[in-house]
């Protein structure tokens, strides 16, 4: 989206220089500019100073009334030059977070709306999916500067701050600082955000948090996997049992907001190995559960891993977990529909005594299985009946399309065979069925359906038929075709291989027109 962006600017401001900055771009800047001419430079890295000198460059450039721009001295950045090469500086040097400057001294457009801050940068550990486990440092900004903004907040009764140091823990004097502070400053209404790692909490800090307001804090807690291989792989260091001591202990507070974070698609995590994480951590009883999927971002140690996890993902930001070599893509999507179910019965607080019946242990095959693990996630591979018919017609479609590749239209008779299946046989379609037909009518095409059937992870048995609604009847009776301006034609199936009635004329420049032959006004 911000290329597109960047191209549609370029049109009508074309004298405009256009950068980009971030960890979408920082890692492949070279490659970057050898694809997208319109764009002049990008800032690796933090922004901070780089955007800074960047600038005062320009400023400069127009004070000299100079006809070029003296890049030569930036740090950090990768650039075009004047003569078309592309030309790229040595890495910026980190600031120190002091050096910053505090970015809130209007809180004008900032009501009833959560507030960031930064208090630390970097992180101590080297979570294999993270950038910042890319750089080993981690730099604190002073409590001297840190405790008089904070009292700014609270002074405007910010309804929110949200903390986004990522492990925001890691140093026990810093943390004990900043949260004394906020005890004995607490205004009764502003809430802190702190992400944090629960299992190096120490006696202290866990005292503190007993002694804090209802609301006064709330944590977010990664644990992403409880599967030891995972945790070992993806290079995260965590005591798994300090970590459930440590969520146990402020629960039993019943002063503070738990959300605890599980990651779908981490290597070595299979579908029954994440429903055990999954039973894991809700048994801990969270605030909230949120369910993430794995993000293959640019830079990261997992991107370098793509290969050795068969790992697929998105081909567009935020680059989302498609399939890997332990959780096929039928799985995710699994996933996805327990994702929106704990968002809907639990996260949203409105199903207690539901989720209360839920987790009573269920006696399966003799033995007492948590609810998770048996009831809901087994539930939840039961696919609908669309889907089902979806997998047939698809299965149908690439067995012909394979053995026939001249017969037209391949798409729309599968789905006229399957539909006048259907009307015949009370709404309801048959795989043996259909296989009988394709093997009368595309005799090559039966062996090949007979096999995308049996990889098929949403035909659950060939022999159990699937249900189809008049509705779906009369959609797939029909083809919808539709010009470049938006006329829409509906031709029904049955005809659109009769050249009798209607003709598809192909262009030499690949575009297609449709005669409509015996036309009646």
Not at 53 to 76: F, M, N, Q, T, W
Not at 471 to 484: D, N, P, Q, Y
């Amino acid at each position: 989206h911000v290329m597109e962006i960047v191209r549609d600017v370029k049109k009508v401001l074309p004298e405009t220089e256009i950068w980009l900055g971030g960890p979408e771009v920082s890692y492949d800047a070279k490659k970057i500019l050898e694809r997208e001419p319109d764009v002049r430079g990008v800032m690796r890295g933090e922004g901070e100073l780089t955007f800074t000198e960047l600038v005062r460059a320009y400023l400069k450039r127009e004070e000299l009334c100079a006809a070029s721009l003296d890049l030569d001295h930036i740090p950090g950045i990768t650039y075009r030059a004047e003569s078309g090469e592309v030309v790229e500086r040595g890495p910026q040097r980190l600031l120190s977070l002091d050096e910053i400057p505090f970015y809130y001294d209007d809180m004008a457009g900032f009501e009833n709306r959560i507030v960031y801050y930064e208090s630390s940068r970097g992180c101590p550990f080297s979570c294999s999916y993270c950038l910042s486990s890319i750089d080993k440092t981690v730099r604190f900004r002073s409590l001297d500067l840190v405790l008089p903004e904070l009292q700014f907040f609270l002074d405007h009764k910010v309804l929110q701050v949200k903390f986004v140091d990522r492990t925001f823990n890691c140093k026990r004097d810093h943390t004990l600082g900043i949260w004394r502070y906020l005890v004995e400053h607490d205004n009764g209404i502003t809430n802190f955000h702190f992400e944090v790692s629960a299992d190096i909490f120490d006696e202290e800090e866990l005292e503190l948090i007993g002694k804090m307001r209802p609301g006064l804090i709330q944590l977010e807690i990664g644990v992403q996997s409880t599967n030891p291989d995972t945790i070992k792989e993806i290079h995260r260091h965590m005591d798994l049992v300090k970590l459930k001591q440590a969520v146990d202990r402020v629960y039993d507070y019943r002063n503070t907001h738990q959300h605890l974070d599980l990651i779908a698609g981490l290597p070595y995590e299979n579908y029954e190995s994440f429903m055990r994480s999954f039973d894991d951590v809700y048994r801990m009883r969270p605030d909230q559960l949120q369910m993430g999927f794995l993000k293959v971002l640019k830079g990261s140690y997992m991107e370098e891993q793509v290969a050795a996890y068969d790992l697929k993902y998105r081909g567009i930001p935020p680059y989302e977990v498609l399939s890997t070599k332990w959780l096929p893509y039928s799985n995710v999507i699994r996933l996805k529909g327990v994702e929106d179910m704990v968002e809907v019965y639990y996260n949203s607080g409105q199903f207690p005594a539901t989720m209360k019946l839920l987790e009573k242990k269920f006696d399966i095959d003799g033995r007492k299985e948590f609810y998770l693990s048996t009831v809901v996630f087994q539930y939840t591979t039961a696919q609908p009946e669309k889907k089902k018919l979806q997998a047939i017609q698809e299965a149908a479609v690439q067995a012909v399309q394979e053995n026939y590749a001249e017969t037209p239209h391949v798409e729309a008779q599968v789905a006229m065979m399957i539909a006048n299946q259907a009307a015949d046989n009370d709404n309801q379609v048959s795989i043996q069925q259909v296989r009988q037909q394709l093997e009368e009518e595309y005799p090559l095409a039966a062996v090949p359906f007979d096999d995308y059937v049996e990889k098929s992870d949403v035909i659950d048995s060939a022999a159990q038929p699937v249900t189809v609604t008049p509705a779906r009847i009369r959609r797939m009776e029909s083809r919808s075709l539709r010009t470049a301006n938006g006329i829409e034609v509906k031709i029904p199936t049955e005809l659109l291989n009769a050249e009798s009635e209607v003709e598809f004329l192909h262009a030499d420049d690949g575009s297609i027109s449709l005669l409509i032959k015996n036309v009646i006004l």
